[in-house]
C-alpha cells in the first residue's frame, strides 16, 4: 500500500512531432519509464466497530425465518410489518431507512454469518481475534498491522518523512486500535479533533546506551511523531470540506465521520480509519418494553446508519466517492434465543456491512437457517470466515497480490468478490462511445480519468485552457485493461480545465473538466 505521489515534478523534453489541441500547439512530451503505480493507493478504508456484540438477528432479519424468530424471541423481534424490505427474503430494522437507501442505490452491501471456527464468547478474546485476524492466541500484530510492517519495515524510525508525511492510519478517539498495531509500533494515530493542534512536550534525548536510553529514545521518536503527524492531520482538516446537511451533530459518530470526510478533502494520505460505537452488549432492554421498533439497539442502529449515509453523500458531493469504502464489525452476534430481560445474550456469527459506491452491492452468503426448536444458547453458525473478508478487502480495495495475503493469515484464505470496480452507472454510457472519461464533473476538490490502455507507456496532465500545464497526474507505465486514476484539484482556481491522456500507442484524447 505504498502511496503515490499524482503531481511528480519531472523534468520534461520535447520531440520533433507538435499536436494540436483545441487550437493550441503542444509538444509531445518524451516518455519517462517510472514504474507504474496502482490507483489503489489513492483509496482509503473505514472502519466501524461495534463494541459489545450486535444482535445480528434484529438488524438484518431473515424474512424467511420469521415465524420461528417468532418462536425464538418474542419479546424482542420486530413486528413484520414494520421491516424495511431488501429482498424478498431480507429486511432491515425498521430504524435503518439511510442504509435501505444506500442498499437499493448500490452502496451497501451485507455478508452473512460471518465469524470464525469455535466462537470464543469473551467480549475482550474474541476483539483480540478481530483484531489480528488470527486465532493463535500468541499473535499481537493486528491484521492491518502486520501489513503495514510488510509495506514499511522501519517503522517507526524515520516517519514521518518527505515521502510519507500523513499518518498511514487514524484511530478516532483517545485509543489506538489493535488492528493497525506492528512489530516495533502502532501504525494508527489517536485522534479526537483534527482541529485541535497537538503540541506534545519534545526534548532531544541522546541515547547512552543504556536499556534506559534506549527506551527514551523511542519514546521521544513518538512524540516527535505525533508532533509531525498532528500538524498534518490540522493542516488537512483546515485545508478540507463538507457539503453534506444529513449529519447530526448530536450524533458521535456523525461527527468523527464528517471530520474524516474533511480531512480526506483536504488532502491527508492516510490509507485507514478506524471508529467505535459502544453499547451493543444488550443483554437487557435491548428493546422498549412497549415497543420492539423501539429502544436502546435501535438507538444504536439509528447511529449507526444515519452517520454512514451522511457520510456517504458528503462523499458524493465532495466528488470523493470512488475513492472510500468502510466496513463495520463487531466481535460477535447473538443468541438465537432472546432472554427474559428484553435482551439477547452472547452469541456467534453476525452480518457485517460493507458500504461504499464500489462495492460488489447485494447480499454475500445465504440467510440463516433458523429452526423451531434450538439448542440452549445457540448462536448463529458461521458460514464465512471473517478473515476471507479482510483478505478480500487488501485484494480487491488495496491490490495486495493474493501471493502476499495468504502469508498474513493462518487459515487457507477463500476470497470473496466484496469491492470490485466502481459503480460507474450513467457514466459508462459516456465510457463506451468515447473510451475515456473524467468524473465527477464539474468537480469541486478532486477527480477521476477513466481510460484504456495496452501494456504501454502513458502520460496524464491537466491544461488550462491557455495551454499551459498546471498538474501532471501521472507518467509512467500501465498494464493493459481499462483504468481509473484519480488526481486532486485543490490548488486550481474554478474554471475549465483539459485533461490530456497520451499513450505510447499513439493516441492522444482530451475531456474537458470543470473545476466549481
Not at 28 to 33: D, G, V
Not at 365 to 380: E, F, K, L, R, Y
Request: charged share 15%; with cysteine; aromatic share 10%.
Amino acid at each position: 500500500m505504498k502511496r503515490r505521489n499524482f503531481v511528480k515534478n519531472v523534468s520534461l523534453a520535447s520531440v520533433a512531432a507538435p499536436f494540436v489541441l483545441k487550437d493550441i500547439n503542444f509538444q509531445a512530451i518524451e516518455k519517462k519509464l517510472f514504474n507504474y503505480s496502482k490507483s489503489a493507493e489513492d483509496r482509503v478504508f473505514v472502519i466501524i466497530r461495534l463494541n459489545g456484540g450486535n444482535d445480528g438477528l434484529n438488524t438484518v432479519i431473515p424474512l424467511d425465518q420469521y415465524d420461528n424468530l417468532m418462536i425464538q424471541r418474542p419479546n424482542v423481534v420486530v413486528p413484520e410489518t414494520s421491516i424495511l424490505s431488501l429482498t424478498p427474503t431480507l429486511g432491515l430494522h425498521p430504524i435503518m431507512t439511510g442504509m435501505q437507501s444506500m442498499f437499493n442505490n448500490g452502496k451497501l452491501s451485507i455478508v452473512q454469518n460471518v465469524g470464525y471456527p469455535e466462537q470464543n464468547r469473551s467480549h475482550f478474546r474474541s476483539m483480540d481475534i478481530w483484531s489480528t485476524g488470527m486465532l493463535d492466541i500468541n499473535e499481537t500484530r493486528g491484521w492491518l498491522g502486520r501489513q503495514f510492517d510488510n509495506d514499511y519495515p522501519n517503522y517507526p524510525e524515520d516517519y514521518p518523512n518527505a515521502t510519507y508525511p500523513d499518518p498511514f492510519a487514524i484511530s478516532m478517539g483517545y485509543e489506538v486500535s489493535a488492528t493497525c498495531q506492528g512489530l516495533m509500533a502502532n501504525f494508527s494515530q489517536a485522534l479526537e479533533d483534527p482541529f485541535a493542534a497537538v503540541n506534545l512536550l519534545s526534548s532531544t534525548v541522546v541515547n547512552d546506551g543504556t536499556y534506559f536510553g534506549s527506551h527514551m529514545e523511542y519514546l521521544s521518536t513518538l512524540i516527535d511523531q505525533t508532533n509531525s503527524y498532528g500538524a498534518q492531520i490540522n493542516a488537512a482538516a483546515n485545508a478540507g470540506n463538507t457539503l453534506s446537511t444529513l449529519y447530526d451533530a448530536n450524533n458521535p459518530i456523525a461527527v468523527q465521520l464528517r471530520y474524516v470526510a474533511q480531512m480526506i478533502s483536504g488532502g491527508l494520505k492516510t490509507k485507514v480509519y478506524i471508529l467505535n460505537i459502544n453499547g451493543f452488549d444488550t443483554h437487557n432492554a435491548q428493546v422498549s418494553s412497549t415497543d420492539t421498533t423501539a429502544g436502546e439497539h435501535a438507538n444504536l442502529l439509528k447511529t449507526l446508519s444515519d452517520a454512514v449515509t451522511a457520510f456517504q453523500n458528503d462523499l458524493q458531493l465532495l466528488g470523493l466517492e470512488n475513492r472510500v469504502a468502510g466496513m463495520t464489525f463487531s466481535e460477535f452476534g447473538r443468541q438465537i434465543a432472546s432472554n427474559a430481560s428484553d435482551g439477547t445474550d452472547h452469541g456467534d456469527a453476525a452480518p457485517l456491512f460493507l458500504f461504499g459506491s464500489c462495492i460488489n452491492s447485494g447480499v454475500i452468503g445465504p440467510n440463516p437457517t433458523i429452526g423451531s426448536t434450538v439448542v440452549d444458547q445457540a448462536g448463529v453458525p458461521m458460514q464465512i470466515d471473517f478473515r476471507d473478508i479482510y483478505a478480500s478487502i487488501l485484494k480487491d480495495w488495496f491490490e495486495v497480490p493474493m501471493a502476499d495475503i495468504q502469508p498474513l493469515f493462518e487459515q487457507t484464505v477463500t476470497f470473496y468478490q466484496v469491492l470490485g470496480a466502481c459503480n460507474l452507472r450513467v457514466e459508462d454510457e459516456e465510457f463506451e462511445r468515447n473510451r475515456i472519461l473524467v468524473f465527477p464533473n464539474p468537480a469541486t476538490s478532486a477527480s477521476s480519468v477513466r481510460f484504456d490502455a495496452q501494456n504501454e507507456w502513458v502520460k496524464i496532465e491537466v491544461y488550462d485552457l491557455t495551454g499551459r500545464s498546471v498538474a501532471l497526474v501521472f507518467d509512467g507505465n500501465i498494464e493493459q485493461g481499462t483504468h481509473t486514476i484519480p488526481f486532486e484539484l485543490h490548488d486550481l482556481q474554478a474554471g475549465e480545465y483539459i485533461v490530456f491522456v497520451q499513450k505510447e500507442s499513439g493516441s492522444q484524447q482530451t475531456k474537458l473538466v470543470k473545476v466549481k
